[in-house]
């Protein structure tokens, strides 16, 4: 049995091969796992907000913010050994469910994932897959072994 | 004093918590007087703290529930919610369109619609009392209506909140129907942290 490592919200975790990382009730967050197949490190991030929108610094909770997520994401498999030219991305989340109040296209949802999608653009990592948008939760677990990103609802 | 004050004092939580009261209580009267029946309101609790931390205390449950939610604006911005378990949720619908749904999936536009409504009667009545009290002028737009999991459902509520890390408000009431084997729902008052210091010059010129 693999070690099943659980984060929250705003917080990720890199572990490799026997880990599976799981992460619950993700509504209008992404999930952005970053996966290495030679390695077999990966490493998953929940973040909650497109990005910052002050100058606080603080570092309680390293992927409050997408693109921050991400870069922090990076930081931690390049400690843990893993080349950036191997990564490859899966993105999660970014629902909108109340929609009479915001259209789709504004939706804080909508925005983090255009901000994940940019920020692995301009590192240069492939987004492999994406089950990103509409209007469910979901909760996701990343499997270290295959690097294999299951996608569940509630309903 | 020039440093901005991140934290509120117990005693001004404790003056926030006594208002979300007096709206909960014109609440749990709408409940009472529109089904005929007994409602038990809890004490509130209250948490503040910043979008994750909140976010961590009330949403990283897998629980499904069902959902009403409306935005505050106006003087007050933030937010409010009905939250029932789906079965709380059925027995609501029943009571009110007098049917005898046994599946939230059975459930037309009709039957949802009515639950909203009732949202709309008990959030409307508190937000009414609210502005009544601190002379504020407080509005909400129309319900709006999810059935997911607790944590997917406030996490879509609190990053439409705010995007900093100030720290918000939040406030849960549980109202129950006595005589129904406890079915009930938690309404959730949340205010931004620029409402919550609004409220509190309203309170302090009202109390002096």
Redesign the interface.
């Known amino acids: 049995m693999s070690e099943i490592i659980e984060i929250?919200?705003?917080e990720l975790y890199v572990g490799h091969n026997d880990q599976v990382i799981k992460t619950?009730?993700?509504?209008?967050?992404v999930v952005v796992a970053l996966y290495d197949k030679e390695k077999k490190i990966g490493g998953l991030a929940h973040a909650?907000?497109?990005h910052r929108?002050?100058n606080?610094i603080?570092n309680?909770?390293l992927a409050?913010y997408v693109d921050e997520a991400i870069i922090n994401l990076l930081e931690d498999l390049k400690l843990a050994g893993s080349n950036k030219k191997n990564l490859v991305a899966k993105l999660v989340g970014g629902?909108?469910?109340?929609?009479?109040?915001?259209e789709e296209k504004n939706?804080?949802?909508t925005q983090n994932i255009k901000i994940a999608r940019y920020t692995l653009e301009r590192l240069n990592i492939p987004i492999e897959a994406e089950d990103t948008g509409g209007?469910?939760?979901?909760?996701v677990i990343f499997d270290l072994r295959t690097g294999i990103v299951d996608v569940s609802t509630?309903? | 004093m020039k440093e901005e004050k991140e934290f509120y004092s117990k005693e001004q939580v404790d003056e926030l918590k006594e208002i979300t009261n007096i709206g909960a209580g014109n609440a749990a009267t709408a409940l009472s007087h529109m089904l005929g029946k007994k409602v038990q309101m809890s004490v509130p609790e209250s948490y503040v703290g910043d979008l994750a931390e909140i976010q961590h205390i009330l949403g990283e449950s897998e629980e499904k529930v069902t959902a009403v939610f409306f935005k505050m604006y106006g003087d007050v911005d933030g937010a409010m919610l009905m939250i029932f378990p789906p079965k709380d949720a059925l027995n609501f619908i029943n009571v009110m369109t007098k049917n005898n749904r046994t599946n939230l999936k059975e459930l037309t536009d009709n039957d949802k619609s009515s639950l909203s409504e009732l949202g709309n009667i008990l959030l409307g009545a508190s937000v009414a009392a609210l502005g009544r009290f601190l002379n504020l002028n407080i509005l909400h737009t129309i319900p709006d209506q999810a059935n997911d999991m607790i944590g997917a459902i406030m996490d879509n509520v609190l990053s439409n909140l705010n995007q900093t890390e100030e720290k918000v408000l939040l406030f849960k009431i549980n109202l129950k129907l006595i005589d129904d084997n406890g079915v009930g729902g938690d309404l959730y008052y949340l205010f931004d942290s620029q409402s919550t210091k609004r409220i509190f010059s309203v309170l302090n010129t009202k109390i002096k």
């Open positions: 929250k919200t705003a619950g009730s993700v509504g209008s967050c909650m907000l497109p929108k002050n606080i603080e309680k909770y409050r629902a909108s469910m109340f929609r009479k109040l915001t939706s804080i949802g209007s469910s939760g979901k909760m509630a309903l």
